[in-house]
């Protein structure tokens, strides 16, 4: 990050000072394991995991992993979700255009791969910071700081 907006936090995942932040998307387009979305702080679900293994595998890596049952969008009022196939499986996708917040998939999700965030407060709109946005990394790594520390 050119302007020291991100760094590796000891538990390996990105850390990231909002304060430095500019948006500018250099994070998440040079993210080798596409870890790192740019979406805007006012989104009130995200995804927390990109693992796209399938079953044991996939659990064994991550806590939170997408197993693809496809629950979330079944059981979404506005169709907001889709599923995303990939070689190993898929992973629920957000458009957040229809995407209400109600909160549905994460109650539905049973690996909790989906969860309700707060949104980020939007900074006054600048010159240097015109779409304040946010990345789904740093929004879960925060929330996970957060559930630790409860």
Request: proline share 7%; with cysteine.
């Amino acid at each position: 990050c050119s302007f020291g907006a991100l760094s590796m936090g000891e538990n390996g995942l990105p850390q990231f000072d909002y304060d430095k932040c500019v948006g500018c998307g250099a994070c998440a387009s040079t993210c080798p394991q596409f870890l790192i979305e740019m979406m805007k702080a006012s989104n009130k679900v995200l995804v927390q995991c990109n693992n796209r293994e399938k079953g044991k595998a996939a659990m064994t890596d991550c806590g939170v992993s997408c197993i693809s049952c496809g629950l979330c969008a079944k059981n979404c009022p506005k169709q907001a979700i889709t599923m995303e196939d990939g070689v190993n499986g898929s992973i629920p996708v957000i458009d957040y255009d229809k995407c209400v917040g109600c909160g549905l998939c994460v109650q539905k999700c049973p690996r909790k791969c989906l969860v309700k965030v707060t949104p980020l407060e939007a900074p006054q709109p600048s010159a240097k910071r015109p779409d304040p946005v946010g990345c789904v990394a740093c929004q879960t790594a925060e929330n996970l700081n957060q559930e630790a520390q409860q």
